[in-house]
């Protein structure tokens, strides 16, 4: 079963724009990771976030995590056409399996 | 750098074939793990392993089996393929230790079962 689900499913900006995807989830969790698929390739980890954290950067990301709401956010900031890709969710709260959500496909426009 | 090897990018079998796909991993990680990704239903569990000789179900291991006899090399095994495992499938990999389990992941391979 799908714990995390990725909001908006698409999402198409200019370049230079910033690109905010969320992602929402059921159950407790130890920590929230992003990952991002170049299409037809495999996943590459971008962030992680624990449970007791509320926000971390890492470069132009930015991932936000609200457990009492049971959501995350991941903010891109001045996106540029090698950001195009989808960005997938997963939480980790079945030991050390991850549940992906089905992902946001964006694509940056020049 | 950490590495995950796929055996194949693309595969072509028929109907009832047995399949074999490898994947192998440098970095002397206790976890693997074998995925399908379909357009719509994301990432889904197939079989994971924990260590040596060690292989549990995940969501959907109906029509799978797996192998592992060392701990680089993790085996997905379509016993009698049919045309519904038309799929990507993806490998990956993680330490077990502390609360950080980011997964390495392989770069697919697109299996077409015709």
Redesign the interface.
């Known amino acids: 079963?799908?714990q995390g689900e990725e909001d908006p499913q698409a999402l198409s900006i200019q370049e230079g724009e910033n690109a905010t995807m969320n992602c929402s989830y059921k159950t407790s969790i130890?920590?929230l990771?992003w990952?991002r698929q170049n299409s037809?390739?495999?996943?590459?980890?971008l962030i992680?976030i624990?449970s007791n954290e509320r926000e971390k950067h890492s470069g132009r990301l930015r991932v936000t995590l609200d457990t009492s709401k049971k959501s995350s956010s991941l903010l891109i900031t001045a996106s540029r056409a090698a950001d195009t890709a989808s960005y997938?969710c997963?939480t980790?709260s079945r030991a050390?399996?991850?549940?992906?959500?089905?992902?946001t496909r964006l694509t940056i426009n020049p | 750098d950490v590495k995950?090897t796929q055996s194949s990018r693309y595969l072509v079998k028929r109907t009832g074939e047995k399949v074999f796909l490898e994947c192998v991993q440098d970095m002397d990680h206790e976890?693997m793990?074998w995925?399908r990704q379909d357009p719509?239903?994301?990432?889904r569990?197939i079989y994971?392993s924990?260590d040596v000789k060690m292989k549990e179900k995940?969501?959907i291991p109906e029509g799978y089996s797996v192998s592992r006899e060392k701990k680089e090399r993790f085996s997905l095994i379509l016993e009698s393929a049919s045309t519904n495992q038309t799929s990507?499938y993806?490998c990956?990999s993680?330490l077990?230790t502390g609360?950080?389990?980011?997964?390495?992941?392989?770069?697919?391979t697109?299996l077409t079962v015709l």
Do not use: I, T, W
């Not at chain 2, 719509?40 to 990432?43: E, I, P, Q, R, S």
């Not at chain 2, 609360?99 to 697919?108: D, K, L, R, T, V």
């Open positions: 079963s799908q130890n920590n990771q990952y037809g390739r495999g996943l590459v980890h992680l624990r997938f997963a980790d050390q399996k991850l549940v992906f959500g089905q992902g | 995950v976890n793990f995925y719509g239903l994301g990432l569990l994971f924990y995940g969501d990507m993806l990956a993680s077990s609360g950080n389990n980011e997964q390495f992941f392989g770069p697919g697109r």
